[in-house]
């Protein structure tokens, strides 16, 4: 069987970890979409910024934005906006065809915004409405402050993918806001199956970070534990899933029509070479998740991937395992998942300063990062 089609047989949904102007206009989506089992699309400032900063897609759009005389905050939603509103058309077939449940596309909020709540959930409203497609997901960063957004917004009806998630502690208060904005949504009156959730658990970044600090330990375990800490961390966020699902607090929620926040598996192209290719897609099978992976790991998986029917539930004890000598050997994960999460908020708001700096020069305005946002 191909190895996708057995991925989304075994309960995996398959998203795109991309999206740019030339992809769209040449039926790339598309194709994607009708020969690979992709349902659903995720992007990032940094994907955007790579998209919009290279080729001539967006030029006609920019001189049109350039006429008008509009801000480089403008600007940025406009041409975003644009590509997100189709992909989300290119892909209503398969949200309607899924229930819903796929033919989602994702749009970031401003990076920028991570620590500012009622910023955010401002900027979420902006890009809701924007869009105006059924089948979007608003990205809001998992950061502390991002909490009461993430809450708010799904009370007042917008899906949400939250981003940037790290910690075991951190999914824990995330599954807290989640069915804190369900239950407001549901006092609303709010129609709870038009609300749709995913919880966007980070997996290759915690391993490129955690090998380097157990590199620095030297003790003797530590070469062992190379390249284990991402897939334990991810099989213990899914073990709280599980748990989620069978608490009373859930279920209620569920009996009046919500759906249950799917945990995605993001960043998941290998960054070391001497680990296998797909191995962030092979070890993290599991029933009603989303794996979202660039077109490079995408392609791998279809050529070689191994995919069981379940590489998750039944290795909850050796994750325990891992994480607890991680401890021993002297690595703090609590330190390490913030200091990744710190990073990812960085490098995002990074990739958004130096998109918007670039923008505005072909604009011939002023870089003013904060003008029109």
């Not at 191909?2 to 769209?24: C, H």
């Not at 989506?29 to 910024?49: K, M, Q, S, W, Y």
């Not at 620590?115 to 924007?130: D, I, K, Y």
Request: hydrophobic residues 45%; charged residues 25%; aromatic residues 6%.
């Amino acid at each position: 069987m191909n190895p996708l089609n057995a991925l989304s047989d075994a309960g995996v949904s398959i998203w795109l970890d991309d999206l740019s102007r030339e992809r769209l206009i040449s039926g790339s989506l598309a194709e994607l979409v009708a020969r690979d089992r992709v349902v659903g699309v995720t992007t990032n400032p940094t994907i955007f910024a790579k998209a919009i900063t290279h080729g001539k897609a967006y030029d006609g759009q920019i001189r049109d934005l350039t006429a008008r005389g509009v801000g480089v905050g403008e600007a940025l939603r406009a041409l975003t906006t644009f590509d997100v509103r189709w992909a989300c058309d290119v892909l209503r077939p398969v949200y309607d065809a899924t229930g819903g449940v796929d033919g989602r596309v994702s749009i970031e909020v401003d990076p920028r915004l991570a620590h500012e709540t009622s910023a955010t959930v401002a900027e979420a409203r902006a890009l809701w409405w924007l869009v105006d497609r059924p089948n979007l997901f608003v990205k809001i960063p998992a950061a502390r402050q991002g909490l009461a957004a993430i809450a708010e917004c799904l009370a007042e009806g917008i899906s949400i993918n939250v981003t940037l998630l790290f910690s075991l502690a951190r999914y824990d208060e995330v599954v807290e806001a989640f069915l804190d904005g369900m239950e407001r949504a549901r006092a609303a009156g709010r129609e709870l199956s038009e609300i749709a959730s995913v919880a966007s658990f980070f997996v290759s970044r915690v391993d490129s970070e955690a090998d380097v600090r157990l590199d620095k330990t030297g003790a003797a375990k530590a070469a062992d534990l190379r390249g284990q800490v991402a897939i334990a961390n991810a099989r213990l966020a899914y073990r709280h899933y599980e748990r989620v699902l069978s608490s009373a607090r859930w279920k209620s929620l569920q009996q009046s029509g919500a759906r249950p926040q799917r945990l995605l598996w993001a960043s998941t192209s290998v960054k070391d070479p001497a680990y296998p290719d797909t191995r962030y897609v092979s070890d993290l099978v599991a029933p009603n998740v989303v794996n979202t992976m660039p077109e490079a790991t995408l392609r791998a998986v279809a050529d070689h991937g191994q995919v069981p029917a379940d590489s998750v539930r039944a290795h909850y004890d050796d994750a325990r395992r891992v994480l607890g000598e991680l401890h021993a050997v002297g690595v703090d994960y609590d330190d390490l998942v913030q200091s990744l999460e710190d990073d990812g908020v960085a490098k995002f708001d990074a990739s958004w300063e130096q998109l918007a700096g670039q923008l505005a020069d072909r604009l011939r305005t002023r870089p003013d990062a904060r003008e029109g946002s």
